[in-house]
């Protein structure tokens, strides 16, 4: 499976815009790149994917580079109830219906 | 929205005893998953089922029944409780074929197993 890299922890500020980055060097041509995130106590919670083009959808935004080698998740306001960790999956499509593998995410703390 | 339902989100068990743990879903599903997540293991898959009355094993079945009588419920049975089984338990949904791969995640369950 292709891997992917996410730093650690991140830190942002309510109503600041919040760019989580995702590297993906060795993604082939029929992974998707997936978001979901989990706030403490909570089952994970998809955010958004995409494959090529970048998305939009009410929760964020993922911008995705030309080569497809890296990815960035962009809330655009941070709230305080985006304090989560951030994971970023490569799936391809022949892997629909078989579990996902969460790496270590991106912790997002949020201040006010 | 998509809703995925447990029946609890905190339950205390003793060492030997059945547990029953339910999931719903109401967007007409067919693949229902149950994992457990730990502290630095991540999440692991127990079981799951792509139609009713079917069911596959994931990494680790061990310790763990299922059951999938109708299409939107999907239950995972402790047979007989132990302390290596006290997790966090989380069951997921999503519909079949590969252009919809999104998986719908429930509010998890932490068991105790005392």
């Known amino acids: 499976d292709a891997k992917t890299t996410q730093p650690n922890s991140m830190e942002s500020n309510e109503e600041e815009p919040v760019h989580l980055p995702c590297n993906h060097s060795?993604?082939?041509?029929?992974?998707?790149i997936h978001w979901y995130r989990q706030l403490p106590s909570q089952g994970p919670e998809y955010v958004i994917h995409?494959?090529?083009s970048n998305v939009n959808n009410r929760m964020a935004s993922l911008a995705i580079a030309e080569d497809r080698k890296s990815s960035t998740l962009i809330l655009h306001r941070a709230t305080l109830r985006d304090a989560a960790v951030y994971y970023c999956?490569?799936?391809?499509?022949?892997?629909?219906?078989?579990?996902?593998?969460f790496g270590k995410g991106t912790t997002l703390s949020v201040s006010s | 929205d998509v809703k995925v339902t447990q029946s609890s989100r905190y339950l205390v068990k003793r060492t030997g005893e059945k547990v029953f743990l339910e999931c719903v879903q109401d967007?007409?599903?067919?693949?229902m998953f149950w994992y457990r997540q730990d502290p630095g293991l991540g999440l692991r898959l127990i079981y799951f089922?792509?139609?009713?009355?079917?069911?596959e094993k994931g990494d680790i079945p061990e310790g763990y029944s299922v059951s999938r009588e109708k299409k939107e419920r999907f239950s995972l049975i402790l047979e007989s409780a132990s302390t290596n089984q006290t997790s966090m338990y989380l069951c997921?949904?999503?519909?079949?074929?590969?252009?919809?791969?999104?998986?719908?995640f429930g509010p998890g369950t932490r068991l105790t197993v005392l």
């Open positions: 967007m007409d599903h067919e693949n």
């Open positions: 997921a949904s999503s519909f079949a074929g590969p252009s919809t791969d999104t998986q719908y």
């Open positions: 995409g494959l090529t």
């Open positions: 060795t993604i082939s041509g029929t992974d998707y």
């Open positions: 089922s792509y139609d009713v009355k079917m069911k």
């Open positions: 999956i490569l799936r391809d499509s022949f892997q629909a219906g078989t579990a996902l593998i």
